[in-house]
């Protein structure tokens, strides 16, 4: 794991946990974790920059895929 996973990973799984006890749906954590990835890239990105990294990945969801840019 990335040195940055293992400083996140521990506030999801807990937030998780929480949302569970509360009957909080996964859904709406995941919504509210993307605003606020949004709002945090912000504070060093451009608009254009963020649409470009949320692009790249909702086109690149299936782990399975390879990048387009990838050879074989």
Avoid: W
Avoid at 30 to 55: K, M, N, P, V, Y
């Amino acid at each position: 794991m990335s040195a940055q996973k293992d400083l996140v990973q521990p506030h999801i799984e807990a937030l998780l946990a929480e949302a569970k006890a509360g009957n909080v749906p996964t859904d709406l954590i995941g919504r509210e974790l993307l605003q606020q990835a949004i709002e945090i890239f912000r504070l060093e990105r451009s608009d254009d920059d963020i649409a470009s990294e949320l692009t790249f990945t909702a086109e690149n969801l299936d782990p399975d895929t390879e990048f387009t840019f990838m050879r074989p």
